[in-house]
């Protein structure tokens, strides 16, 4: 389900309403690196994953690093359970 979610609650809502459809996923995964990158000097220190449907439906994957560096994966996990 779609989450019209940011940190002030519109940015879903503002694109949505500017271009009339919702957020591909790797323009979200752009918005998240450029967020992350933002905060490099004193980061949240989070190591984050994105996942969505590409536009042509396929399942995709983004893993990030804490200063914003990411990549489409296959698959990933972070973590406590990493090493498992």
Do not use: K
Request: hydrophobic share 30%; aromatic share 16%; charged share 15%.
């Amino acid at each position: 389900m779609w989450q019209e979610t940011s940190r002030n609650g519109s940015w879903g809502t503002s694109y949505r309403r500017h271009r009339g459809t919702f957020p591909q996923v790797h323009a979200i995964a752009q918005m998240l690196a450029n967020t992350l990158y933002g905060r490099r000097f004193f980061p949240y220190y989070t190591w984050n994953i994105l996942s969505g449907m590409d536009e042509n439906g396929v399942g995709c994957v983004y893993s990030y690093d804490p200063v914003g560096n990411y990549e489409r994966v296959r698959v990933n996990v972070t973590g406590s359970g990493e090493p498992l």
